[in-house]
Structures are given as C-alpha cells and as structure tokens.
C-alpha cells in the first residue's frame, strides 16, 4: 500500500484498532450478473476478482486473517451447471493464483467437508496448503462446502469417540473442547462479520464463531464491493461497543 494512501486511511481508520480477523459472506454475484443481463457465471467470475482484492487488501491494512464464505453445503442445490462451473473456478484460481499467494505471503486454508468435492479439486487445494502454510502475511480461510450445523455435528461426534475412548472425560468438556474440534480451530474467532447483498441472515456461517462478532450487512452486491465499501465497514466496526456481554461503566 502506498504511503499516500495509508496517509488517507489514516484520518478516517484507526489503523491500531482494526479488527484481526475479518469473515465474509459475499452474497450478491448471481443478482449482480442479472442485472448486468449475463450468465450467472459472470457474477461469480467477478466476485472471485473481488475476493482478491479484498485479500490484497486485508493483508496491507495489517488484518491478519480473512474467512470467506465461497460454497455452502445448501449450495449442491443449484443448477448443475452453475455447481460445475463453481468447482472448475475454484481449481482454476488455484492453480493461476498460487505463485502470487505465495509471494505475498498467504497462507491458505480451506474449512469444511471436502471429501465431496472433485478430486483433481482436492489435490489442487492440499497442495495449495502445503505450499503456503509457512506465510504469515495474512491468513486466508476459505470455506467450501462449508455447514456450522454439520461442522458442530462432526465436532461432537468426534468429542463422543474420544470420550468412548477413555481419552477424554464427559465433565471436561467445555466451550475450549468443542472450539478445538471445530474447522476453523486454527483460528481466533471473527471480529467483524460483513454480509453483502442486503440479506439480514447468517446462513449456516460460522453460528458458534460469531457468538460475538460484529455485524455489519452493506446493500451492495458482492462484485461491487470495493476498498471504500470496505473502508465503511471497517468504519462502522470502530464506532461499535464490544462488551462480550459484559455491563461496562
């Protein structure tokens, strides 16, 4: 980021109290290419050039880890072809973005049930991890075939196994045991939140994650979000109160 544009953030960010980490949902892209009168697929070619640019960005203004919501598990339901073209985009940009990752030091970590998924899919996504888990630019979560109820099924079943397995006690289960066996353990919990498109709902993302995550839902289309649509959230995040249901003063 240039100095010219750090100068300006500066006087309407306070660079010392963004959030760390930062979740997405980017909903928007098929409204987006309606309008527009194109395909479908348009929408979500352009919402991926967003998801760069918004990465870029993270990792300049110093936030340390993005979570994006790129294909749920609800999302099996849409037409073939659009669930086709959305499995072949995301190899594509693995496979063309890698080298670029890796130079800005992206580690990228994919959340969720990938066994479904393509195989040729799958190699491209453990190789893509195992090349990029040392970077410590900003930490890249991108979550396919993603659920929070199937991701807290699994992680109680996995709790379950341990306990039959005289491996862990039933009365040492806490909120940290069931943190640890979820997919995003790696991670701190969101900061911020940021929903695109207008739509007042959580979507099956992150339910036990966002128990105090600030939300900020913006009209604008996902294609369309940009640095100062950006620039607004991270705005209206500093003006909040986290009290993490505290009684404070």
């Given at each position: 980021?240039?100095?010219?544009?750090?100068?300006?953030?500066?006087?309407?960010?306070?660079?010392?109290?963004?959030?760390?980490?930062?979740?997405?949902?980017?909903?928007?892209?098929?409204?987006?290419?309606?309008?527009?009168?194109?395909?479908?697929?348009?929408?979500?070619?352009?919402?991926?050039?967003?998801?760069?640019?918004?990465?870029?960005?993270?990792?300049?203004?110093g936030?340390?880890?993005?979570t994006?919501?790129?294909?749920?598990?609800?999302?099996?339901?849409?037409?073939?072809?659009?669930?086709?073209?959305?499995?072949?985009?995301?190899?594509?940009?693995?496979?063309?973005?890698?080298k670029?990752?890796?130079?800005?030091?992206?580690?990228?970590?994919?959340?969720?049930?990938?066994?479904?998924?393509?195989?040729?899919?799958?190699?491209?996504?453990?190789?893509?991890?195992?090349?990029?888990?040392?970077?410590?630019?900003?930490?890249?979560?991108?979550?396919?075939?993603?659920?929070?109820?199937?991701?807290?099924?699994?992680?109680?079943?996995?709790?379950?196994?341990?306990?039959?397995?005289?491996?862990?006690?039933?009365?040492?289960?806490?909120?940290?045991?069931?943190?640890?066996?979820?997919?995003?353990?790696?991670?701190?919990?969101p900061?911020?939140?940021?929903?695109?498109?207008?739509?007042?709902?959580?979507?099956n993302?992150?339910?036990?994650?966002?128990?105090?995550?600030?939300?900020?839902?913006?009209?604008?289309l996902?294609?369309?979000?940009?640095?100062?649509?950006?620039?607004?959230?991270?705005?209206?995040?500093?003006?909040?109160?986290?009290?993490?249901?505290?009684?404070?003063?």
């Open positions: 980021m240039t100095a010219q544009l750090l100068t300006t953030l500066a006087t309407e960010l306070n660079l010392a109290k963004l959030p760390h980490h930062v979740a997405v949902i980017m909903d928007g892209n098929g409204r987006w290419a309606k309008q527009k009168g194109l395909p479908r697929i348009e929408g979500h070619r352009q919402g991926a050039k967003t998801l760069k640019e918004m990465l870029r960005y993270c990792k300049d203004l936030i340390k880890i993005l994006a919501y790129a294909f749920s598990t609800e999302n099996w339901g849409r037409p073939t072809g659009e669930v086709n073209f959305l499995m072949a985009l995301f190899e594509r940009l693995l496979q063309k973005e890698l670029e990752m890796e130079a800005e030091e992206v580690c990228i970590n994919f959340i969720g049930d990938l066994s479904p998924l393509p195989t040729s899919l799958q190699q491209e996504m453990r190789h893509s991890m195992e090349r990029t888990k040392n970077n410590q630019g900003v930490y890249f979560n991108v979550a396919i075939n993603y659920g929070s109820r199937h991701e807290m099924v699994k992680a109680c079943q996995a709790i379950a196994e341990k306990v039959q397995l005289g491996e862990l006690s039933a009365d040492s289960i806490n909120e940290e045991t069931i943190a640890q066996h979820l997919y995003t353990s790696a991670s701190a919990d900061d911020l939140l940021i929903r695109t498109s207008g739509e007042m709902r959580l979507s993302f992150l339910l036990w994650q966002l128990a105090y995550t600030e939300i900020y839902v913006t009209d604008t996902w294609p369309d979000f940009n640095h100062q649509q950006f620039d607004r959230a991270l705005q209206s995040y500093q003006k909040r109160d986290r009290r993490f249901g505290k009684k404070i003063g």
